[in-house]
């Protein structure tokens, strides 16, 4: 067990909903990196927040935007929902911002778009 | 071309084979290297990290060839439980961002 806790674990949405999704860091943790796994791919980075401040972005479009609360659980949200969204969202955390930190994941987020 | 890329497999091979898997990465200054772990519709975990020395962790052997910009993975000893996806990460830049290639499939059988 990583001590990084995502929910809801599974979800289903339309095209045009939005979404959000949660990730508790582990314990000691500031820092949350967001990515996102489609089948058969290996995860790509959205974004990281590294004391409530967004720290680094991938090649995601602005509909996809996250927050950092005080106590380093963050949220994922994703506005107009595509059929391509659907895909494991997964979280990870780590010690700080500071690049030679192990990031250890949570079970993720299954999000099917209908 | 991918920033990380890996033979997908899938690579079948009999409980007690030796297996090895390799990756290249195209960014030459990426700092760190590791390879991580994914069963079926699982999170991904960390194996092992990657240093130009090698690395060993039981029956596992990690390799890092800068120059040639290669990662391996070896896998000797082969064990039904060690049927999963291999996932070959690159660290780049200060943020720490992850930048996983596909995977490769090991599935070993009885």
């Known amino acids: 067990e990583t001590g990084v806790t995502q929910s809801p674990t599974h979800l289903i949405k339309t095209r045009g909903q939005q979404v959000t999704l949660r990730c508790s860091s582990q314990s000691g943790h500031n820092t949350v990196s967001w990515y996102q796994q489609a089948l058969g791919q290996g995860p790509q980075f959205i974004f990281q927040y590294y004391r409530e401040e967004e720290n680094g972005r991938g090649n995601f479009p602005p509909r996809f935007s996250g927050l950092q609360f005080p106590n380093y659980s963050s949220e994922l949200n994703v506005n107009a929902l595509e059929l391509d969204d659907s895909a494991l969202y997964l979280c990870?955390?780590?010690?700080?911002?500071?690049?030679?930190?192990?990031?250890?994941f949570g079970a993720g987020t299954r999000l099917s778009v209908l | 071309r991918k920033e990380v890329e890996q033979d997908p497999g899938p690579f079948n091979v009999p409980e007690g084979a030796t297996v090895a898997f390799n990756c290249t990465y195209s960014n030459s200054a990426s700092q760190s290297f590791f390879w991580y772990r994914q069963d079926c519709r699982k999170e991904p975990k960390l194996l092992m990290s990657?240093?130009?020395s090698g690395n060993e962790d039981g029956r596992f052997t990690a390799q890092l060839n800068r120059a040639s910009q290669y990662i391996s993975l070896l896998i000797r000893d082969s064990k039904l439980s060690d049927s999963a996806t291999y996932l070959c990460v690159v660290k780049t830049g200060n943020t720490g961002k992850l930048i996983f290639g596909q995977g490769t499939t090991l599935q070993v059988k009885p």
């Open positions: 990657v240093y130009s």
């Open positions: 990870a955390s780590s010690l700080d911002g500071n690049s030679k930190n192990i990031q250890y």
